[in-house]
């Protein structure tokens, strides 16, 4: 089936993540920075080359696009689902992508920064890729596979999809989003424009793996109110914010709720921001579990530590505003089985070993599956996203494209 086809994905990918597309968590704006549109041009005009008429590219940085139906069959519409946007966690200007060819199970040397270095054993699934072609970046960035691997998949997809059309599938959406890292990713999704009846996201990490359930995420912001005073005249009256949120922060477990200290099925309340002055301090937080009852009990938790540190300074006061980010997908998906069934069965198509997993954050198809879009997470190739160790598997890559391809057929045959 694929014995004569050549992957586009690789060579795709190299040009995307060149394209520097971060996003920015501080921004009111959306897309939060408008560099993302760089690349979801580029995007839409490569599937309108492959003869995908409708492609486009639209106010707000989504690129939709419509793979007509192969087959007589009333089929349900599957939309692939990817982001544009790199993490603001690591830098992703000047992105230098380098491929090693016939990796031989070495530790990498970065050679922009020689202090970077890939090693097997810290990352042991390099000593599944004997022989394969790894990606990495060149040592002063990120790599940016979170998404564009998925991006790069994709458009491989469409690619292999617009030149052998007598593979039969029903009408496939393709939908790329801004902002995913930054948690908005689905914000302004066109749902009527979509039109499909279920989704996958292709963000997902070793070849093989599926994701069915993420978190549960809340945003709490916490605003402290001091009393101010002149600090040379401020004995007995001032009261100062920013050391209240010192005890505040230092008062939080170092040994668990922590991100670095839980791991499988334990969330986290974990500080992401402090801004502030003597008079007013704001600590922003993101709650995680997978389960809704365990996002209330962490945020009552840290209620009553604030509320605990503010017993002895009677005259502060602080305001606590919790806000909802995303929903753990595993609650739409348990009641539409047949989303994750048609995936197991592409992924066993394409000779993979099926490794089913939770995901210790979220997707856009966290937010979808809530706005009526079931949506699981497929396997991309990422591995150590959001770092300067950011590497791929070319191989991988590959798989992914296969997985989608024997999807939509599965998809097909079962209707």
Known sequence: MFENYKFTAA????????????????????????????????????????????????????????????????????????????????????????????????????????SQVLRVSEYPYLKTQIGNDIITASGTTLLGSDDKAGVAEIMDLANYLMNNKDVQHGEIKILFTPDEEVGRGVAHVDMKKLGADFGYTLDGGEAGSLEDETFSADGVQVVIHGVIAHPGYAKDKMINAMKIAGEILAALPKDRLSPEST?????????????????????????????????????DYLKTQIEERLRTYPKASFEFHVTEQYRNMKEVLDVNPHVVDYAKEAIKRAGLELKMESIR????????????????NLFAGEQAIHSKLEWISVQDMHKAVETMVHLVQVCEEKS
């Open 11 to 114: 060579e795709r990918f190299q040009r995307y993540v060149q394209i520097d597309t971060q996003s920015d968590p501080q921004s009111s704006s959306f897309p939060s920075t408008e560099k993302q549109k760089d690349l979801s041009k580029i995007l839409a005009e490569e599937l309108k080359q492959m003869g995908i008429a409708d492609a486009h590219l639209d106010e707000w940085g989504y690129v939709y696009a419509t793979i007509p139906s192969t087959t007589n069959k009333k089929v349900p519409v599957i939309c692939f689902c990817a982001h544009v946007d790199t993490a603001p966690d690591c830098s992703g200007t000047g992105v230098k992508p380098i491929l090693h060819t016939n990796y031989q199970g070495q530790d990498i040397v970065l050679p922009d920064d020689t």
């Open 263 to 299: 791991d499988g099925k334990r969330g986290f309340i974990h500080p992401v921001r402090v801004d502030g002055i003597a008079e007013k301090c704001t600590i922003d937080f993101i709650i995680r579990d997978f389960e809704t009852d365990g996002l209330i009990k962490k945020e």
């Open 361 to 376: 954050g979220g997707t856009d198809g966290s937010r979808l599956s809530f706005m009526g879009l079931p949506c699981p």
